[in-house]
C-alpha cells in the first residue's frame, strides 16, 4: 500500500511501541490502523469490477451488467434549463469540453439518462465537485459532476428517469450547472447526438 500515512503508523507501531504490553492498547492501535487502510484506499467501488478516471480518460468496465445495445438516453434536466457549454475537443485556441454543461437553479434535480448501476458517488476527482457515474453496460455510461447533493449511493441499480441527485456548484464551477458526459467504450461523446430530441 503506497500510503505514507500507513507506513508512518506502522513504523511506530513496529519499532516505539514493542514494550507496550497492554493488550488493550495494542488492539486500538490496529483497529486504528485498519481504518487508516481503508481510507487511503481511495475510488473503490463497492461494484468491484469499476476503474475510475484519471489515467488515459478511463471511465470504467462493468462486466456484471447483461444489458446489450445501446440505450436511449434521456436529459438528465427535466425543468427548464439553458445549455450554457457544449462539447468540443481541445483546439489551439480553446481546451477540451467532454460533456454538455446545463443550467438551472439551485437544487434542481438531475435525473439517471439511462437505466444502470451507480459505480461511483462521491467527491475524489479533481474538479468535478460531486459527481456520479452511471454504467449502463460495459460499453455506455454516463457522468454527472457539480452536484450540490446525491440521492443514490454507490452500488445502487436505477431505472431511466429516476431522481439521482440535484444540481449545484461544487468542485470547480463558475455557477449553478450540471456538467453532464456520455461515455462510449471508455471516451467521452457528444451527448447531443444521442439525448433525445
Known amino acids: 500500500m ?11 507501531f513496529e519499532v516505539k511501541i514493542k514494550n507496550v504490553h497492554s493488550l488493550n492498547i495494542k488492539i486500538l492501535i490496529i483497529l486504528f490502523l485498519a481504518t ?3 481510507s487511503c484506499s481511495q475510488f473503490q467501488s463497492k461494484s468491484g469490477n469499476f476503474y475510475p478516471l484519471g489515467e488515459g480518460g478511463k471511465y470504467g468496465k462493468s462486466g456484471h451488467l447483461n444489458r446489450t445495445g445501446t440505450p ?6 427535466k425543468k427548464k434549463h439553458r445549455m450554457t457549454r457544449g462539447y468540443y475537443k ?25 437505466p444502470g448501476l451507480i459505480v461511483y458517488a462521491g467527491s475524489g476527482y479533481s474538479g468535478y465537485g ?25 452500488g445502487q441499480i436505477v431505472n431511466s428517469g429516476d431522481m439521482i441527485g440535484f444540481m449545484g456548484t461544487t468542485g470547480r464551477s463558475t455557477g449553478v450547472h450540471l456538467h453532464f458526459e456520455l461515455i462510449y467504450k471508455k471516451i467521452p461523446i457528444d451527448p447531443l447526438k444521442f439525448l433525445k430530441k
Open 130 to 154: 460531486k459527481v456520479i457515474i452511471l454504467e449502463y453496460n460495459d460499453t455506455w455510461a454516463s457522468l454527472y459532476a457539480h452536484l450540490n447533493k446525491f440521492n443514490v449511493r454507490e
Open 72 to 77: 436511449q438516453f434521456l436529459w438528465p434536466v
Open 2 to 12: 503506497n500510503c505514507g500515512f500507513f507506513l508512518f503508523f506502522n513504523w511506530l
Open 36 to 38: 487508516l487502510i481503508t
Open 90 to 114: 481541445a483546439t489551439r485556441k480553446r481546451r477540451k469540453h467532454y460533456g454538455i454543461d446545463l443550467a438551472a437553479k439551485l437544487n434542481t434535480p438531475i435525473y439517471a439518462s439511462h
